[in-house]
């Protein structure tokens, strides 16, 4: 049986969310209320998807785009729908308005699931009278590059929903991973904190440049992170495993943690500082072919990585 899918918001995540869905054969009703918005969604899904095409990443761009279509009524955009990933302002009561509306014209086993960064579920949906079929599935901008998708419930969030959203989600060609319990930032944007914390607290205070900070993890973390993660490094990387390592390390980082303290490492001044450091480097002209060039390399990435079985 087809599944139809309903996405709300035609920005950035909005339109690589249609893209994953289409890819993966599912028709795609894409909504906006702003017109100019769909127009500049269509055009821009067109050329990620003949950007994945020269990839070789899809065999033709035309197919996925065929099923994706846009709607700026909500109703007859959710008609039908099995799925909805909402897309929405990170916000907590723009999103309380946005699932009160869903709710009126979606179906009641449909799932309404948003790609909220780091606000919990139960926020934004313990108000409505079906919040048992809502929860978060936060991806990795773009999802349609970057697999890991975050499936986080509510405590009222029926198991068979979260179920549906991981079947689904792997259906669609994304790495899901579940979320136990409700925590602000979910798991990875906890992780990337932690790790821009201690970065940008290194730079403020004169241990190391800005440029030689990304090549720290450049040449040396993301090595090995891009295909393992930091739990199975460190359990290969003492003879005896994990807990070998831990008899080793563990005081070295029990003197770092504390060491951090509980300073601002996002003050203006650092932010400022850092910029100018980054805009030496990478001029803001030249963002935009930045990113382009980033989004090539993980294209490149990715079909490497689909020369190998990587579990």
Known sequence: MTTRIGILGAGLIGRAWAIVFARAGMPVTLYDV?????????????????????????????????LIRTENDLARAMADTAYIQECGPENVEAKRRIYTDLETVAAKDTVLAS????????????????????????????PYLIPLVEVA????????????????????????????????????NRLQGALLNEALRLFRDGYVSAEDLDKTVKHGLGLRWSFMGPLETIDLNAPGGVVDYGQRYAPLYHDIDHQRGDDEPWAPATLAALDEERREQLPTADLADRQAWRDRRLMALIAHQRSFSIS
């Open 115 to 142: 790609s909220t960064s780091g606000i919990a579920a139960s926020q934004f949906t313990e108000h409505l009278h079906h919040p048992e079929r809502c929860l978060v599935v936060h991806p990795v901008n773009p």
């Open 34 to 66: 702003d017109d100019d918005a769909l127009d500049t969604a269509r055009e821009a899904i067109r050329q990620s998807l003949t950007n994945l095409q020269l990839a070789g990443l899809i065999e033709d761009a035309e197919p996925p785009l065929a």
């Open 153 to 188: 419930p509510s405590p009222l969030t029926l198991k068979t929903v979260v179920d549906r959203t991981m079947h689904l989600m792997e259906r669609v060609q994304q790495a899901p991973i579940l979320v136990r319990k409700e925590i602000q930032g979910f798991i990875l």
